[in-house]
């Protein structure tokens, strides 16, 4: 029997948890506005706690992330949902009418005290979205260390029902029977940021992105350059080396007609610089090269960043990658062929090769559904005035934030963010005084 | 702000002393160099610590919680955080302690990261020793601090926005939707700043004379209060109370309270140097915003004429006077060379190119680059349209800037550099005309800085409290910027910065006072002797003054600067959580010499 239909209400409704609605739902709830914030996933924060380091800083991505998530689970005037997902959003008589469903985490949520016993206790091990499968986690456990909140989350598909987590567990919260848990909400405007997703790393069949263990994806690079990765440190996945040669290929996502993306995704250059600049530091005697066609270090500092790179002996080397394959011990061979010194395509062996991919957006309304926004050419959903009010979609009372109108940095996602608040704080004050 | 007040004073004159200590890993940003549980373990040992923990990242909820669990259970009163700089998370941790019912200003953020793990790697001993002499001294300052206020003023429900462009226009409007007052100061005599140069904008299309339009109606029928033709005369007060001075063409001066105060001053074009690509010495060099002037109005030809000379091969050269390296570019008046990136020239280059190639399809058109940085919103398509439509593009680098000499007859030039795209061959461009895409300076605004002692970066341009925590924050309290006074930015990326700032105006002016910390001078009125060696040092206009024969503090003016403590000579005055005592005990602390024998650096 599942639970009877929760009602609530807010002034804004906020679809993701991403640092775009962080930043959008600190920025309404800090002028007194009521929010109600919905994340699908178990905790907040999202891709953005998921990074090393964040260029041009190289402040480390917590850093920035937690405090910002610490506001808005503390906030008096934020609801905040995780492990929600919201079906469909209407707008009538002006008013936005969404519904809900709160997943089963397959426990109490108020009697949960976040102690891990029954993450200790499971005996089941998975592959660990949040370390993009390097690591592993356990059938019942918690995102990761920092998550908010801090409450695991049962993957019932690959539970073996044992009951060691149940007896494990202090308070007896664990419930195999929950049911999914259905909430009507009204609100007076609707903020999306329901961010960005990577190119799929097989999309490029020449690069054999899904069949070499040591060509990885970016947020893979991400997860072994973070201080708590999932092996403690700079290893290659087929064999634990640590690499002594590392290549980056740029624009292995973006920038090219065959895989549908023709547009330039902003980040891959600076993040692939940035690590590059990481890897240096951690493993000094690294060779480290960047394939490339143009270097886009367009934002403030960033530049420079770009400069202090190539000072620290970073190998930058103008040239397209036509295929990789593998010799017998997993070490990605390039097919290059480069444009400055010598034409001739020629074959280069590294240890480890990151693939630069692109974004794409996480949700399209014409594939996902939930609420009818048009949407561009490039799939992304389309800003009515993007040069006045970029946060403005095809909707009267929905605004856009951050990656979900195109891809994006940090920097000009939290810019963003707060510029969506102040269109649907304004959008809020012209209703009531209709 | 948003944290409701809980700050019962639970001290008292003889309440034990009771600090925590917490050593933040930051990931492995500390604990890679400084041995975190050696720090907990020489701190358990200093008098007053009844705890002290490390933990992977304090900043998290859970890490927070640790100290909010140790105020409430084991009556701690005194926090002592040992981490990053207290720029990024002092805040933080304040609000940590309001949340469990302890003073805020009972906390002393200890920077460990900065000024220790991260300049001292490799030297992990050493480091970790310098660790424990700056915790101490941390807990020694904290031991000394008694529970403090925060000062409250009043907030006037009015703000000045300095700039009349696009950025500015776009956050008086949001600001004045929001229902606070507004005033529009613009120098020049219209509304629009450089917009009014364009034509049409990338990628729209538009015309960019309507987004002006649109904009100036919309402040026009909302009343909002316009000043054209008027500058800034002073500003001074504080967050919540500026007293804005406006000066209007016939020098009259207009005064204006103002609760926080947006600069959206804008840019200029990089002016290239006489000799410059053959700028200013030949009349066939133009920069990109000339150009543009140039061909708005010519209707479309088989011929292009200028100066009455058909011009067939016409270049275009990037980053002019934009990502200049020392050495190589001749610097600017400052002595500086202009590294960074003007964003916008490669797009806004394209679009002009494209643009003259439908007035003018017969011009052979060479674009001459060091990268092409088509990175937003439908921009790749205007390179990919420039390349299919028979453009030449050539990749120069800082080794081969392209080197301009007349021609003989002196009515073109060549362009000579060697091309990247064919490896390094050198090549020799005919160019009858010479378009330089030239880069953005910030607005000459040194009244402003000087006056508000504004914070500028390496690059001149108004530099941001943080990227990413306070993007379009300046370290002056109430004070917002907005679009290209920060950096280079397209009309797009202005706007959002616009948007931004009204929404931290907003915030900062939703309520009708604003809390300020507490750290100003206070006089104790027993000691002081009343020989007025303070007021000569004081800088701030009524922040200090004489009453009753000894000195008062007006702590919504005092900055906390110390000038008066420094030359007091009964040491009558001290800066509440700065105390002279407080001092004292953090240098002993500092230069204890008994550290155990493991951690003395050998």
């Known amino acids: ?434 | 702000m948003e944290e409701e007040k809980n700050t019962q004073s639970q001290e008292n004159e003889s309440e034990e002393i009771r600090v925590g200590v917490y050593v933040c890993h930051c990931g492995g940003n500390i604990s890679d160099v400084v041995d975190t549980k050696a720090v907990v373990e020489a701190l358990k040992k200093k008098p007053n610590v009844k705890i002290a923990k490390d933990f992977v990242f304090m900043c998290s909820d859970p890490g927070q919680k640790l100290i909010i669990d140790d105020i409430i259970e084991n009556n701690i009163n005194r926090i002592v955080v040992s981490a990053c700089s207290p720029t990024l998370h002092e805040t933080t941790f304040r609000k940590a302690l309001t949340r469990a019912g302890l003073n805020p200003y009972l906390y002393e953020h200890v920077n460990i990261r900065e000024q220790d793990s991260w300049v001292h790697k490799g030297e992990n001993e050493a480091a970790t020793a310098k660790a424990i002499r700056l915790t101490a001294a941390g807990v020694e300052k904290i031991a000394r601090q008694d529970p403090l206020e925060p000062i409250v003023v009043n907030a006037e429900g009015h703000v000045v926005v300095i700039g009349g462009g696009v950025a500015g226009m776009r956050a008086a409007l949001a600001l004045f939707k929001r229902g606070l007052g507004v005033t529009l100061i613009e120098k020049g005599d219209r509304l629009g700043g450089r917009a009014l140069e364009l034509d049409k904008v990338y990628p729209t299309e538009e015309k960019a004379t309507d987004i002006v339009s649109q904009l100036e109606n919309a402040v026009r029928s909302e009343k909002l209060d316009v000043r054209l033709n008027c500058e800034i005369e002073m500003i001074e007060g504080f967050v919540g109370n500026f007293d804005v001075q406006i000066r209007d063409k016939d020098s009259k001066i207009d005064k204006v309270r103002a609760g926080a105060i947006v600069l959206a001053t804008g840019f200029d074009h990089y002016q290239p140097y006489e000799g410059e690509f053959g700028y200013g010495k030949s009349p066939v060099v133009v920069t990109l915003p000339e150009f543009n002037k140039l061909i708005a109005d010519m209707p479309q030809s088989d011929k292009f004429t200028y100066k009455g000379k058909e011009i067939k091969n016409l270049a275009f050269i990037h980053c002019v006077g934009s990502r200049q390296v020392e050495g190589v570019h001749q610097p600017q008046a400052d002595g500086r060379v202009n590294e960074y990136c003007s964003r916008v020239c490669c797009t806004a280059t394209l679009h002009t190119i494209n643009k003259t190639l439908d007035k003018f399809p017969n011009l052979n058109i060479f674009d001459l680059y060091k990268d092409i940085r088509t990175y937003g919103h439908g921009h790749e398509d205007y390179y990919e349209k420039a390349s299919k439509r028979g453009v030449t593009f050539f990749r120069y680098t800082d080794d081969s800037i392209p080197e301009y000499a007349p021609s003989p007859n002196g009515s073109g030039a060549t362009l000579t550099m060697k091309d990247v795209l064919t490896w390094n061959e050198e090549v020799s461009i005919p160019a009858d005309m010479i378009v330089l895409a030239t880069g953005m300076v910030p607005r000459e605004i040194s009244n402003l800085v000087g006056m508000l002692k504004l914070p500028t970066g390496t690059d001149r341009f108004l530099q941001e409290v943080h990227p990413k925590l306070r993007p379009v924050e300046l370290a002056n309290n109430g004070i917002m910027i907005a679009g290209t006074c920060q950096g280079p930015m397209d009309i797009t990326e202005s706007c959002a910065a616009a948007g931004a700032s009204a929404a931290k105006v907003s915030i900062l002016l939703s309520k009708k006072t604003i809390e300020m910390d507490p750290y100003v001078a206070r006089v104790d009125e027993a000691k002081c002797d009343g020989c007025k060696l303070c007021l000569a040092e004081c800088e701030y206009k009524g922040a200090l003054f004489m009453a009753e024969n000894y000195a008062h503090v007006n702590p919504a003016l005092c900055v906390g600067c110390g000038a008066c403590v420094a030359v007091c000579p009964p040491r009558a005055i001290n800066i509440a959580g700065w105390t002279l005592d407080q001092f004292d005990g953090m240098i002993d602390a500092i230069s204890m010499e008994e550290l155990e024998p493991a951690m003395v650096p050998a």
């Open chain 1, 1 to 434: 029997m599942s639970a009877a239909t929760i009602q609530k209400k807010a002034d804004v409704l906020v679809v993701g948890a991403g640092i775009a609605g962080l930043q959008a739902s600190l920025d309404l709830a800090d002028q007194g506005k009521q929010i109600l914030l919905v994340e699908s996933q178990p905790s907040i924060g999202g891709r953005m706690i998921n990074l090393s380091k964040v260029f041009p800083t190289l402040d480390c991505a917590s850093c920035i992330t937690t405090p910002r998530m610490a506001s808005v689970a503390h906030h008096p005037s934020i609801d905040l949902l995780t492990y929600t997902e919201v079906n469909k959003i209407e707008r009538v008589n002006g008013k936005f009418h969404a519904r809900i469903t709160k997943k089963p985490r397959y426990l109490d949520e108020t009697a949960c005290i976040g102690c891990k016993r029954c993450e200790e206790a499971c005996t089941t091990y998975l592959p660990d979205e949040y370390d993009h499968s390097l690591g592993a986690k356990k059938a019942i456990s918690i995102a990761f260390t920092n998550a908010i909140p801090q409450y695991p989350v049962l993957d019932m598909d690959e539970c073996l029902l044992c009951g060691a987590c149940a007896k494990a567990c202090p308070t007896q919260c664990i419930n195999f029977m929950q049911e999914p848990q259905e909430i009507e909400a009204e609100a007076g405007a609707v903020i999306m940021a329901t961010g960005y997703n990577l190119t799929e790393i097989s999309a490029k069949k020449q690069y054999g992105g899904d069949k070499y263990p040591n060509v990885i994806s970016p947020l893979q690079m991400e997860r072994l350059l973070a201080p708590h990765g999932p092996y403690g440190g700079v290893m290659r996945p087929s064999d634990g080396k640590i690499p002594d040669s590392i290549a980056f290929v740029q624009c292995a996502g973006s920038r090219d007609k065959s895989l549908g993306v023709p547009y330039c995704s902003r980040v891959c250059c600076m993040y692939a610089i940035k690590q590059a600049m990481l890897l240096s530091g951690s493993l000094p005697i690294a060779d480290i090269t960047i394939y490339y066609m143009d270097i886009r270090a367009f934002g403030k500092g960033y530049e420079q960043f770009y400069q202090n790179a190539k000072a620290m002996g970073i190998q930058f080397v103008k040239a397209k990658v036509g295929r990789i394959s593998e010799d017998e011990n997993h070490n990605p061979i390039l097919r290059v062929e480069r444009q400055e010194d010598c034409s001739q395509p020629e074959d280069v062996t590294h240890d480890l090769v990151m693939l630069s991919l692109g974004m794409v957006p996480a949700w399209i309304p014409d594939r996902d559904g939930i609420i009818p926004l048009e949407i561009g050419e490039d799939r992304f959903v389309r800003s009515v005035n993007e040069k006045v009010t970029p946060s403005l979609t095809s909707m009267e009372g929905v605004f856009a934030a951050g990656t979900m109108t195109g891809p994006k940095d940090i920097v000009d996602t939290i810019v963003e963010a707060g510029a969506a608040a102040t269109e649907a704080a304004n959008y809020l004050r012209r209703q009531e005084g209709r």
